[in-house]
């Protein structure tokens, strides 16, 4: 880091917008537990910072049914959400980071040097939420999945989803606090009964399971197929055969808990 | 730039996306948060924000700018501990002294927001600090004897056996 860097700190979510422009060349700041590790170590350098945290995008709405989160809700705001997103709140490191880290942070963290990043993806994906971003070309909202897919540099205003019928969420155990999960299957039942499946830890960012999903009545079935869905990788929490034995495992486990929830 | 460290009103010339805790440290010389692993998991740079505790080492000093930060220094002083720095006294729940700070204002977070005497809350509560000398048992047992209130005489603990705390303090 030098002096040199040029820090915007918007006060407002117009401020945020019209200061992130179309990103380039800006390193985004939100809760700051994945970005200020690299910057002290002297990975990352940036030019122009953009600090979100005075921008008022956080918190958490309800209209009915609907749950919408602001992108600079810290993950400890989500602990008290229905499964399958409150658990995997939850299961987040420790309080302290936990009430740092944030939404925004979770959807838009890069490949982890180490271990897959980003939990919350994967109950966002299960229960079908939408994320609404900024950047070139404006303001858009998408399924998470799109989003998730291009990785383009947007700034994520908020995410929106229906509560579902019933939610489940399902880890392996971490080894220690700090680390991220090495494997978690979210799974949700939807208000029209279609049941939803994804993983986190099962590729570099969150998967859904769409072989699993079409087998859901079938559990060790869903369980095997799920496989063909996934990109296992060895990384310092687990290796990719490790991780193959494991994910029939929980997705059996999460269709369980979906069927005693509902 | 303006920061309140405990109780004292600064003015940082820290670049914006210095860390806290290097501003801590190096700019104000308040050495207690310590420099551990610098990236968030193991604690020992913790200290409270606005009342909360927060890793200092994550967070860039422009983001909490006018925010009232609190150390371990700011607690109590050596002659009149606060009451979770007594019982950590009392019950020798320091080994090396590295995580102490941490835990002490984590602790101290915990106790204010309500926390029971409970071992497994207190463990959920403090998961993310780090003991290597793994003092876990005699931690636990002090946060939980501070949430109790319980009656500490420090003057027969510092006559004992495992302490080089000098005779007069206490609370």
Redesign the interface.
Known sequence: ???A?D?L?PASPDEAVSAFGDGSGLTV?G???IV??E???GRLR?AR?L?L??AGLAGVTRDGATVTIGSMTSVQDLVGLAAPVGPCAANI?????R??ATLGGNLCAGQGQEAPRGDLQGPLLAVGASVRSAGSGGVRSEPLEEFLAHRAKRLVLDVRYDEPAAGAFVALDRP???EYTALAVSAARLADGSVRLAATGAGWWGRRLPSAEALAGDPEAAGRAALADVEMADDALASAWYREQALPVLVRRALARLEEAA | MNLTVNGRLHVVES?????LLDVLREELGVRSPKVGC??????TC?VLVDD????A????V???EGAEITTVEGLGTPERLSPVQAAFVHHYAAQCGFCTSGLLV?AHAYIERGGSDDRDAIA??L???VCRCTGYVKIIDAVAAAVRGDQLDLTVTAAGRYTTMHSGGGA
């Open positions: 880091m030098t002096a860097t820090v700190l700041v809760g700051g537990t200020m590790p910057i002290a170590a940036p910072a600090l945290a005075r490191a420790d309080i302290e980071v009430s740092q220690h606090t700090h | 670049p914006p996306l210095a860390t610098e990236q968030g998991g193991c604690g913790t909360e505790p927060r890793r080492c994550l967070l860039p422009a983001a909490v984590a959920q509560a998961a993310g600090h």
